[in-house]
């Protein structure tokens, strides 16, 4: 049996002037995913835009018809986009139709860590990653038996020049 599986890309904030990135947090801090309750990057990141940017969400193995099978473990991967930009981050939260952990979120891959907001489990940059115009940041996360579940995704670009 198969379940919903709803993705919600909050948010892409991108900061023209570096500063913000480097010294208020170059690592990511809980509860700025953009889900119920918690606010984007945008509450402490200040700046302009770029005429391309996005956010998109991928998972090995893929999601069919955005639904997942129970007790699977998928490797999720959140790419954020922004042209002329060489800093990026992330906050994640996959939530239930009750506002809770939906599921596991493990094994965080590179540059990723897990911090907790309140009994809500985040998945943040644990240094922001340096790359021309995106970055990818990875995680597992095991579905839960049942239930629909909601990916929560906001992600910031600076260009770093302090």
Do not use: D
């Amino acid at each position: 049996m198969k379940n919903k599986l709803r993705l919600f890309l909050l948010f892409l904030f991108v900061s023209v002037s570096g500063w913000s990135f480097m010294f208020l947090s170059n690592s990511g801090i809980a509860g700025y995913t953009g889900s119920p309750g918690e606010s984007t990057c945008a509450n402490c990141h200040s700046g302009g835009s770029s005429p391309a940017s996005a956010i998109s969400i991928s998972s090995t193995p893929s999601f069919s018809n955005n639904e997942y099978v129970p007790g699977t473990t998928y490797t999720i991967e959140i790419t954020v986009s922004a042209t002329g930009f060489s800093k990026f981050g992330f906050g994640c939260e996959i939530l239930n139709a009750s506002n809770t952990n939906a599921g596991l979120m493990q094994n965080q891959g590179a540059g990723v860590k897990f911090l907790n907001s309140g009994a809500r489990k985040n998945a943040v940059q644990n240094t922001g990653k340096i790359n021309s115009g995106s970055a990818v940041f990875s995680f597992e996360w095991v579905a839960p038996q049942s239930g629909a579940a909601t990916i929560y995704v906001s992600g910031n670009a600076v260009n770093g020049n302090n």
